[in-house]
């Protein structure tokens, strides 16, 4: 790729022509790219805690806190997961087009994980109003650069960049990622789920920002389950409890899969879960089974998979990834239907879990405000978007900043009635 923002720039078309250590340099500095804690999360856990920062990154990265947490869905084998498994590609309109930024020793020192595609589908930001008004103009909206984890409403880093990068290399890659538009004559960039430094950057580099929101547990320090009850207005305390004696019954078992316990078996049980909600809220479900494998094969200590059996027997079950400072919710499913089940499997567990490992908060994906009455809470979540043409550009931003005054609205609505006692 040759541009006017440095000629180290090139586009990758998958991730199989990219080392893996190299990537995940980028992605998670500070942590090791091999799979060094085996079956077990909790090594992988207190591993943050205590792990002194070295290699490479130490001259860069002088203390823990300096380090940035550790994101699953940035890293090599997840995305890798998404590509080889068929799920991401050019054939199901992702087609990957990661932007790369070398250094002066010839190794990345920034990367963008960007793809060009036909549809919107698969993104939980919706633009396809957008979509229809240009079209109806006369004009293509399709096809756009998508800068994302495919199917993955998580919020993390986009600019992804090496602990020793230069200042100027996030510059750079939203420089590249506007030339790269140029090239290949897509019509916009769309760059999704962002923390707020790369958020702010796409702000200052002229792109129209978007706002939404998600609702996440916040762990203040809670002991257990019960303290954090304990923090909740009476009545909605009691309404949890009856929920999960509720959901419970009838001989009703839980259990929590990681590592080494997840087997095919339960791979195969949960895809079937997977693949019935999926066609109900989708029309077709945008992962395989072998990507599900995948998963297992090279990301098993940092899932967490949790099944509700009746009599032995799975009936549902919650897909968890580990991030160093968050369970991410991700997918559920079940056989059966009942009462009060979906909130234990996807909520109230996962509380327990983060709780019991000291993990930050829960992410439990996008949308949802009955979140809100099971203790959590309304963040904002933010995203930016750059369009190639004025006329539409225009009128995006003028819907964009009356969304946002709504968005904020609500936000401050739904952050007044959490249900937490007035003194927490």
């Known amino acids: ?24 340099a980028c992605a998670n500095p500070g942590w090791p790219s091999a799979r060094p804690f085996g079956a077990d999360p909790s090594a ?32 090599y084998d ?15 309109g992702w087609q990957a087009r990661h932007l790369v930024l070398d250094g002066e020793d010839g190794k990345p020192v920034g990367i963008v994980p960007c793809y060009q595609k036909p549809h919107s589908m698969g993104e939980y930001v919706f633009d396809q109003g957008w979509a229809d008004a240009y079209e109806r103009a006369g004009g293509n909206y399709y096809p756009k ?34 030339e790269l538009c140029r090239q290949l004559r897509t019509s916009s960039i769309h760059a999704t789920f962002l923390e707020e430094p790369d958020a702010d950057l796409f702000d200052d580099s002229g792109f129209l920002a978007r706002m939404d929101q998600q609702f996440h547990f916040i762990n203040e320090g809670y002991r257990d389950f019960e303290d954090f009850l304990a923090a909740l207005a009476s009545r909605k305390r009691k309404t949890i409890r009856r929920e ?37 809220k989708w029309g077709r479900p945008y992962l395989n089974r072998r990507f599900f494998s995948l998963l297992g094969e090279r990301m098993a200590d940092r899932v967490l998979l949790i099944l509700a059996r009746r009599d032995g027997i799975p009936i549902a079950g919650a897909l968890n990834l580990i991030g160093s400072d968050a369970l ?18 996807c909520y109230h567990q996962a509380v327990d879990w983060a709780i019991a490992h000291s993990l930050p908060r829960v992410e439990a994906g996008a949308q949802g405000d009955h979140k809100l009455a099971r203790g959590y809470r309304p963040i904002v979540t933010r995203s930016a978007h750059f369009i190639a043409d004025r006329g539409l550009r225009r009128a995006v931003a003028d819907y964009l900043s009356r969304e946002r005054e709504a968005v904020a609205a609500d936000h401050e609505f739904l952050d007044e009635h959490t249900p937490f006692k007035a003194d927490t």
């Open 244 to 280: 999960r004696r509720e959901a419970l019954a009838g001989g009703i078992t839980v259990e929590h899969l990681t590592g080494a316990a997840i087997t095919e078996a339960d791979w195969d049980v949960f895809f079937s879960f997977y693949m019935d909600t999926g066609s109900r």
């Open 328 to 345: 991410y919710g991700r997918y559920w499913g079940a056989s059966e239907d009942v009462p009060f089940l979906h909130f234990e499997i």
């Open 44 to 75: 992988f856990l207190k591993a943050y805690h205590r792990r002194a920062v070295s290699g490479p990154e130490a001259g860069a990265l002088e203390s823990k806190s300096q380090r940035p947490a550790y994101n699953p869905f940035i890293s």
């Open 145 to 178: 650069l998508q800068v994302s984890v495919p199917f993955t409403p998580a919020t993390g880093r986009r600019l992804l960049t090496r602990a020793d990068a230069p200042p100027a290399a996030r510059e750079l890659l939203v420089a590249g990622l506007l």
């Open 1 to 24: 790729m040759t541009a006017s923002t440095d000629a180290r720039l090139s586009v990758l078309s998958s991730l199989a022509e990219f080392d893996r250590q190299q990537w995940d």
């Open 78 to 92: 997840f995305l890798h997961a998404l590509e080889e498994s068929g799920s991401a590609t050019g054939r199901t």
